[in-house]
């Protein structure tokens, strides 16, 4: 987990309309750093379930997003953050999200594109913000965003998306834009080092 992509879902817990349970797929716990890996402190008292495809620390079921195997209508969030590159099928994934969305339920998801190939096993794509767009149409409402140091060359791409609801996003939106400028200050700080 980056501490910017951990910024992003603090701040979309901070300012959107989330139910329960909160189903975290990508939830291994990879490089031993809890503190920086871990999500779960940032719903506090909220039912919270680590999925991956493999066990391990932070996994809570062992569920493959190619066929979760949940029932319809079971998670009032998902987060999805930087997974989706290392999915093979990943417009099959963000069917079975959809699917396992309870009506008003929430996907918050991230993932790279300005950024090194990588493994945990594999690593198949790169999205751009029209890639996320497209993988989201089927949602009732959906915000794109990204960050890095050129609009044409994204770093990272994040989304929230929302089944059978349109909230408020004006508390969201304020948070993204201050998100969005601090991550692009803090690459151009990298570049220029």
Known sequence: MRKDIRRFVQLAAE???LTEPIFEFGALQVHD????????????????VGCDMRP??????????????????????????DTLEHVEYPRQAISEVLRILKPGGTLIMSSVMDFPIHGYPND???????????LLKSFDLSHVGYHGLREEMP????????????????????????????????HRKLANA
């Open 124 to 134: 198949y794509w790169r999205f751009t913000p029209e890639g996320f767009r497209s």
């Open 33 to 48: 750093n809890p503190e920086l890996e871990d999500l779960r402190s940032l719903f506090p008292g909220r039912e919270y």
């Open 155 to 186: 770093h990272t791409i994040v989304g929230v998306s929302f089944k059978g609801h349109q909230p408020d996003m004006t508390a969201y939106e304020e948070r993204y834009r201050k998100w969005q400028h601090f991550c692009n200050c803090v």
């Open 15 to 17: 300012t959107l309309p």
């Open 56 to 81: 391990g620390p932070g996994v809570d079921k062992v569920l493959n997003l190619h066929q979760i195997d949940l029932p319809d209508a079971v998670a009032g969030t998902v987060v999805l953050m």
